[in-house]
């Protein structure tokens, strides 16, 4: 019998059903590395209250330096099943997809006519080859107040410099949905001192991007917890070139927009993302929303691809007092279009909660100890005018704000002003900053100036400087969060602990310590 623990334990899930035969007894289940074209795994995500989005990729050698996971350059035809049970005995859905050599053999199967806030789980066979079992769930019917959401969230997976523990961890808890926030993993070449081997060099081309998502998708802790739960994802910098920001790249060369083109096409490749997200070239519609009853809201941001650049000093870096530009009322990091749609976003939702899954400090952040005074021009304190617009919207619409960041390899929670120029402004949302999964390292609970940094920052209440994830429950009455962190990356299996636990309340946009 399949069970939630043999998803965990990596269960394959060869279990006879309609259209599906296992092609030998589970016993025989190991196969030899170039005989299972699924060693990438699979994925569901983008749920809805009728349907989520499947997905594999085909690859029997995921390292090839081509891209193409050792694929022959032929369609192959890829059947897939959903069951409302784990060994399949009630299959609901079934049908079959192409996957083609122009798509890396990727597959994208999106359903619709399944029940709301259902637990479903699903399957391929390429062959005679069957692939994992995943377990994925719609969203519950609009309107519908009973059915909590179970959230996980983080970013920043470096393969070269930490094991991903972190995933499985995270698998373990069971989440409803899993939000990634950006760098899915790093473009860059080889490091001097790496923990783990990098298949290529940096990612300049189709097949360098294609290859670095196949590397991390056959790493066997993000395939379980990809296989638990849905999937939503937003990019950062990395996941195309460190530092870019709208059409100007951080390196001159290689020509950046058809690098970008070449980047956006993989990550639709091997995300679990709707035909909505196809790109057209260098441009991919990224920022959406997902529902989850009247409970709430997942704005899913791009703080990338729409912004100005950078205020001051490019590429990025510490900007003190001297660095107006960044109050000019016309910057923008969302793009106006973006923020049109997400006022509007905001000016219609009944939920309860309204988040906002995106990639930079959102919050005010003075970096630079002592009298002297320094933000980072990468986040939005290098775009104030668009903050004070967002944080405006949250404040007008009364809307529970609840702001979820990634980007800087560490767990942070504070609260986000109205005007954080203003001493006297009140809070409007709070934000909860993931650590990373594996970049950076171990880290460490505290730094030598952790403390000072929080003083200088009232506003900010909580840090920790481990990998690992966050996890909430979100229900009608109360966020409860907790930031998860692990002792090590840097050898494989470490426990996670809760490093700090918090409680956000409707109507009060502050974090109550538990």
């Known amino acids: 019998m399949i069970t939630r623990r043999s998803l965990l334990a990596g269960g394959l899930g060869l279990v006879a059903a309609p259209g599906v035969s296992p092609a030998r007894p589970a016993a025989a289940a190991r196969r030899t590395p170039l005989s299972d074209p699924f060693q990438l795994g ?14 594999t990729r085909l690859a029997m050698d995921p390292t090839a330096l081509d891209g193409l996971g050792g694929m022959p350059g032929r369609p192959v035809p890829v059947r897939w099943q959903v069951a409302k049970d784990e060994n399949f005995r009630q299959v609901v859905r079934q049908g079959a997809e192409i996957a083609r050599p122009e798509a890396a053999h990727s597959v994208h199967v999106e359903l619709d006519g399944l029940d709301s806030g259902a637990e479903y789980f699903y399957r391929f066979r390429a062959g005679d080859e069957i692939s994992p079992v995943g377990r994925t769930l719609t969203a519950p019917a609009p309107g519908a107040r009973s059915r909590e959401l179970n959230l996980a969230f983080t970013s920043c997976a470096d393969y070269q410099v930490g094991w991903f523990t972190a995933y499985r961890r995270m698998a373990e808890d069971h989440p409803d949905l ?16 790496p923990v783990r081997d990098q298949a290529g060099g940096e990612c300049l081309d189709l097949a360098g991007y294609r290859l670095r998502h196949a590397q991390h998708k056959s790493d066997p802790d993000l395939q379980q917890a990809h296989a638990i739960a849905p999937w939503v994802v937003v990019w950062d910098d990395h996941d195309i070139e460190n530092g870019w920001a709208a059409d100007v790249p951080e390196q001159p060369e290689p020509p950046f927009l058809p690098r970008r083109a070449a980047a956006f096409q993989a990550y639709y490749e091997n995300m679990p993302l709707r035909r909505a997200q196809r790109p057209d070239g260098h441009k991919l519609h990224l920022y959406r929303s997902i529902r989850w009853g009247a409970v709430a809201n997942l704005h899913l941001l791009d703080t990338r691809q729409y912004r100005d650049l950078y205020a001051c000093v490019v590429p990025a870096g510490t900007v003190g007092p001297e660095c107006v530009e960044r109050f000019d009322a016309d910057r923008t990091i969302l793009g106006r279009e973006q923020e049109a749609w997400l006022e509007g976003e905001l000016r219609s939702s009944s939920a309860t909660w309204d988040l906002f899954g995106q990639q930079v400090f959102m919050m ?10 320094g933000w980072s021009n990468e986040g939005w304190d290098g775009y104030v005018a668009s903050r004070n617009r967002l944080a405006a919207a949250i404040d007008d619409h009364g809307r529970n704000g609840v702001v979820l960041t990634g980007d800087v390899h560490s767990h942070w929670a504070g609260e986000l002003k109205r005007d954080h120029q203003d001493p006297g402004s009140k809070s409007v949302a709070v934000e909860l900053v993931t650590t990373s999964v594996s970049s950076a390292g171990d880290g460490v609970d505290e730094y030598w100036n952790t403390e000072a940094l929080l003083r200088e920052n009232p506003h900010v209440k909580f840090f920790n400087g481990r990998r690992g994830y966050v996890r909430s429950r979100i229900s009608q009455t109360e966020m409860k969060v907790d930031f998860r962190s692990l002792s090590r990356v840097t050898e494989p299996h470490a426990p996670a602990y809760t490093s700090g636990s918090f409680v956000i309340e409707p109507g009060s946009p502050s974090l109550n310590p538990v």
Do not use: C, T
């Open 364 to 373: 005010e952040m003075d970096w630079v100890l002592g009298e002297q005074r």
């Open 42 to 55: 699979v994925a569901s995500g983008e749920p809805d209250p009728r349907g989520v989005v499947l997905w």
């Open 178 to 193: 899993v939000a990634f926030l950006g760098d899915y993993f790093y473009e860059y070449g080889d490091y001097k001192y």
